[in-house]
T-cell receptor, first 114, second 112 residues
């Protein structure tokens, strides 16, 4: 199993550009999440999904969109990038109910918005 | 609202010394608690978790944590730190809606 994979690893955008961060898992997990990590703030939940076709907002959803058309994939879209979105983004997945929310994390995407 | 506080932003210990990282949580019911470690440039890896039962839980890499309900704490310990333990450590609690709430993180530096 590859676990949770994220692409790209690094990305630089200009203000106003859009892009999609990719996340995929091969563990057949129902629950997937996107977090952003900023210094001194830990990880903050952006959006999450409890299964294909179902998504919901987390703590800091503004400026981001998600969709979940398959169990495996959970892309995160930045509609119009802003410098405040400079961060490290982590995708995570868990088999809800099976391992009590032990979340498996991807390696992260480091995004810089100029 | 549920929350997690890690009072120490940065800790430095000498290699071979003991380690304790503090974590305090705010949660009304019996919490599900976790410690994760993040090595530089890497994602988060689960060290250990507590749901119920024995309040002293063992994890990977020689770490353990003790749940103390009276103090709302879940401190992480290791008897002898190795240089490879240098990383950032996150405490987390599962909220009543099933989501994880993370603390701010503690960066551990290990002196040779």
């Amino acid at each position: 199993n590859a676990g949770v994979t994220q692409t790209p690893k690094f990305q630089v955008l200009k203000t106003g550009q859009s892009m999609t961060l990719q996340c995929a898992q091969d563990m057949n997990h129902e629950y997937m999440s996107w977090y952003r990590q900023d210094p001194g703030m830990g990880l903050r939940l952006i959006h999450y999904s409890v299964g294909a076709g179902i998504t919901d907002q987390g703590e800091v959803p503004n400026g981001y969109n998600v969709s979940r058309s398959t169990t495996e994939d959970f892309p995160l879209r930045l509609l119009s990038a802003a410098p405040s979105q400079t961060s490290v983004y982590f995708c995570a997945s868990t088999q809800e109910g099976a391992t009590y929310n032990e979340q498996f994390f991807g390696p992260g995407t480091r995004l810089t918005v100029l | 609202a549920q929350s997690v506080t890690q009072p120490d932003i940065h800790i430095t210990v000498s290699e071979g010394a003991s380690l304790e990282l503090r974590c305090n949580y705010s949660y009304g019911a019996t919490p599900y608690l976790f410690w994760y470690v993040q090595s530089p440039g890497q994602g988060l890896q689960l060290l250990l978790k507590y749901f119920s039962g024995d309040t002293l839980v063992q994890g990977i890499k020689g770490f353990e944590a003790e749940f103390k309900r009276s103090q709302s704490s879940f401190n992480l310990r290791k008897p002898s730190v190795h240089w490879s333990d240098a990383a950032e450590y996150f405490c987390a609690v599962r909220s009543n809606t099933g989501k994880l709430i993370f603390g701010q993180g503690t960066t551990l530096q290990v002196k040779p």
